[in-house]
């Protein structure tokens, strides 16, 4: 197992040493310095530490995979009752990018009850071979029969890497199948990038979205990565269709579940905030409940909705549901307003793909016109009451 | 009816910042706290054995000061506590995590109902309960957004989905995820804080684990490595308007014009 050895005798500053430690899993005693449970190997300690005073040590390599073994990229068909979940589509195209790149295959895997039908769609986004497991028992999303579904398939196809949208479903079944195929798994990639060798590039946002950590899963296959819906581009249908589709079996007995499905209640349907290609967002500069009227009416006038930050959120001002960020939903509209937010980096997160930001902020100092495309600086209630006037006489004229 | 919370100790903030010029991570302040999503899930199990009685115990894993966490844990109701901590855990990404919890959990006993947050605010990635559910061989349910019914045999629960709520019945033993807001979580109460504060809390290290293969554990039983870290990028196609509040809802009225949304 790889390990830190540290050589007491090269450190002059034990404190100095410790403090370099972003887990503080560095302890000083007596001037010894040591390594405690907290340790991350993030090897910033060997990085920015006097020089020579940690080393890592790495043993003998690990028992190499036959990488040349695991072909063609496969996409999880994302659904509920065999209505394909958006996503797909993107990490469809996402997938054919990556397969190019080392001339591989691009799957489809699809298992349901009733869905072979479906799956014709899938042939006008580029697929390759869209595998169809179509039983009763799969009718609806459950963990057992679902994940040795997805076992069976690994096994049978050998895919070198496998994209999962981070949807309900998605993010309860990808873990279960990294487990049972002892892999590993990304959550929430935001980038994802094919080397030669085959191994993927993944890319996602870590401790809160303050620092971006690149990924890879060099000594395993498959690789598992999940996406969030609008985060990568959707590809364009294709008016004709290519590739073929592969109706599956599977051992009944492998398909038993102890969860038994008792009933579905349809929500009422909601706007969500993902779907809108205008976005009025309204951040702790909007300093009164009744204020929020205002950034509504500018996102009813824009033929948008309104979305807000973790604090609105939290106060109960606005649905939990219209907050953006990584804690809250990725964003990805045509135009996005947001009005007196300040642009925490968990907020950033979650909208910096918008085609265009607009932001209107008092201090010119805010972090958010980083982002911003356009960097408003004044009073939200200055300008936005403005603005409506002037919509509102475009519209009435 | 035997019930295991996994509750992890994370920053208290999050507010890790990359200097720009050295990369460095810095951070500000050192304090620990609960991860708020274990709270829901640890007072789901509390309202649980209101109805049918039981014990409660607490998982986790972390350096030895998580031990404060199990004590929080006691001081708002749990019975039982153990810690899972040695340095040849360090490093472990979901793959060894999980595996190591679910190693602990063997450890600890037979646990009808096991309990998760729906995901941790320094590990963020919400998938740690449901891979403890492969590794333990037990169904399991996320998004968990309210207990219906808890019986002899199973419990049924409502699974959050986007468009629509899916209503299961999920047997004994699993593995639950709890979604916020499933029940307000109670605050600590000092008397049973000092009622509790000389319980017995079990550290158990690589060593005491069924599985003593140093491979499966921390960074060397990881499949994905960290190759490197960098701060997030920002964008240099800007405009700014520093203006007028008049001139600056003008531009911006002719501007969204231009690009047809008006
Ligand atoms: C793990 C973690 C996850 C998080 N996830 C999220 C998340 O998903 N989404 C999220 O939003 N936050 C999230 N946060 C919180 C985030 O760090 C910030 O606290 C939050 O985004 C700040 O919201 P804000 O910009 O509305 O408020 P503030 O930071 O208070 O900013 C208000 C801004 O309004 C400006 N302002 C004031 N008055 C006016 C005016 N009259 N006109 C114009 N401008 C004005 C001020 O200059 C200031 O910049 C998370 C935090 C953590 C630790
Ligand atoms: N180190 C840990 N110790 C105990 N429980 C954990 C640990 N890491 C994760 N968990 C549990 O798994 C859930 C999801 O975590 P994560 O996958 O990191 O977002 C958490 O809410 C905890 O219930």
Redesign the interface.
Same mark, same amino acid.
Request: aromatic residues 6%; charged residues 20%; proline residues 6%.
């Given at each position: 197992?790889?390990k830190l050895v540290i050589h007491q005798e090269k450190i002059n500053d034990p404190k100095a040493l410790t403090e370099?430690c972003?887990f503080? %899993?560095m302890e000083e005693k007596d001037g010894k310095v040591s390594?405690?449970? +907290?340790?991350?190997?993030?090897r910033?300690c060997v990085k920015?530490g006097p020089a020579g005073a940690v080393e890592y040590v790495e043993d003998e390599k690990k028992e190499t995979i036959d990488k040349s073994q695991w072909q063609g990229i496969t996409v999880y068909v994302d659904h509920?009752d065999g209505e394909i979940h958006p996503v797909t589509y993107e990490l469809i195209g996402k997938a054919r990018e990556l397969a190019s790149k080392i001339k591989h295959p691009v799957y489809a895997l699809f298992m349901g009850s009733q869905i072979e039908k479906k799956a014709e769609e899938l042939l006008h986004y580029g697929v390759d071979k869209v595998f169809v497991y179509d039983y009763p028992q799969l009718d609806?999303f459950?963990?057992?029969p679902y994940?040795a579904v997805f076992e069976d398939f690994i096994k049978k196809q050998q895919p070198t890497a496998i994209l999962t949208g981070a949807?309900?479903?998605g993010?309860?079944? %990808?873990?279960?199948v990294?487990?049972?195929m002892?892999?590993?798994?990304? +959550?929430?990639c935001t980038i994802l990038e094919m080397d030669e060798n085959t191994d993927l590039?993944?890319i996602r946002?870590?401790?809160?979205?303050?620092?971006?950590?690149?990924?890879?899963?060099?000594?395993?296959r498959p690789q598992m990565a999940t996406v969030r819906y609008k985060v990568m581009n959707a590809p364009d249908r294709m008016e004709t269709t290519h590739g073929k589709i592969i109706p599956c079996a599977i051992d009944e007995e492998k398909l038993k579940?102890?969860?038994?499905?008792?009933?579905?209640?349809?929500?009422e349907?909601?706007q969500?905030i993902e779907s809108a290609d205008?976005l009025v967002v309204a951040g702790r500069g909007v300093k009164k409940e009744e204020d929020l009227s205002m950034i509504q009416e500018l996102a009813d006038?824009?033929?948008g909705q309104i979305a807000c930050t973790r604090p609105l959120a939290e106060a109960g001002w606005v649905d939990a549901k219209c907050q953006v960020g990584?804690?809250g939903r990725t964003v990805r509209p045509?135009?996005i307003i947001t009005c007196g937010v300040s642009g925490a980096?968990?907020f950033?997160?979650g909208m910096?793909n918008s085609d265009?930001i607009?932001s209107i902020n008092t201090d010119?100092k805010a972090a958010i016109?980083?982002?911003?495309?356009?960097?408003?600086?004044?009073?939200l209630y200055?300008?936005?009451p403005?603005?409506i006037e002037?919509?509102k006489a475009?519209?009435g004229a | 009816m035997d019930i295991l919370v996994c509750i992890k100790q994370v920053p208290a903030s999050?507010?890790?910042?990359?200097d720009p010029v050295?990369g460095?991570?810095l951070?500000n302040g050192?304090d620990s706290k609960m991860n708020p999503y274990d709270l829901y899930a640890l007072e789901t199990a509390l309202q649980i054995r209101e109805h049918t009685g039981g014990i409660i115990s607490v998982i986790s894993m972390?350096?030895?000061?998580a031990k404060a966490v199990i004590r929080e844990a006691f001081a708002m109701g749990a019975d039982k506590g153990a810690l899972l901590?040695?340095?040849?855990?360090?490093?472990a990404?979901?793959?060894a995590t999980?595996?190591t919890l679910a190693q602990g959990i063997q450890k600890m006993g037979n646990f009808d109902l096991i309990l998760c947050g729906k995901q941790t605010?320094?590990g963020?990635?919400?998938?740690?309960?449901?891979?403890v559910?492969?590794?333990l061989n037990?169904?399991?349910?996320?998004?968990v957004r309210k207990i219906t019914k808890v019986e002899k045999d199973?419990i049924?629960i409502e699974?959050?989905?986007?468009?629509?709520?899916?209503?299961?019945?999920?047997?004994y033993p699993?593995l639950l995820s709890a979604d916020k807001d499933i029940f307000q979580p109670r605050l600590p109460s000092y008397v049973k804080k000092m009622k509790t504060k000389d319980r017995e809390i079990k550290v158990y290290s690589l060593d005491d684990m069924g599985d003593k293969d140093?491979?499966h554990y921390?960074?060397?039983g990881?499949?994905?490595?960290?190759?490197?870290?960098?701060?997030?990028e920002?964008?240099d196609?800007?405009?700014?308007?520093?203006?007028?509040?008049?001139v600056?809802?003008?531009k911006?009225?002719h501007?969204?014009?231009e690009?047809k949304?008006?």
């Open positions: 197992m790889p370099i972003p503080e %899993a390594i405690n449970a +907290a340790c991350k190997m993030c910033l920015k509920v609806r459950k963990i057992e994940t949807t309900t479903v993010r309860q079944l %990808a873990p279960r990294a487990a049972r002892r892999t590993g798994l990304t +959550a929430d590039s993944q946002p870590a401790f809160g979205g303050n620092i971006m950590a690149h990924i890879l899963t060099p000594n395993n579940s102890n969860v038994d499905v008792l009933d579905i209640v349809m929500k349907q909601e969500f205008v006038l824009l033929g990584l804690s045509k135009l980096i968990q950033i997160a910096n265009c607009v010119e016109f980083k982002t911003a495309h356009y960097c408003l600086v004044g009073d200055d300008i936005i403005k603005l002037k919509i475009a519209k | 999050n507010k890790v910042e990359v050295t460095v991570l951070r050192a972390g350096p030895p000061q901590s040695d340095r040849r855990f360090g490093g990404d979901v793959l999980s595996y605010t320094d963020d990635t919400a998938q740690v309960g449901s891979e559910s492969e590794w037990i169904p399991s349910v996320s998004n199973g049924t699974m959050d989905l986007p468009n629509e709520l899916e209503i299961a019945k999920v047997a699993c140093e491979s921390g960074l060397n990881s499949p994905t490595q960290v190759k490197r870290i960098f701060p997030p920002s964008n196609h800007r405009e700014v308007w520093n203006d007028d509040g008049t600056i809802a003008d911006l009225f501007m969204i014009s690009l949304f008006i």
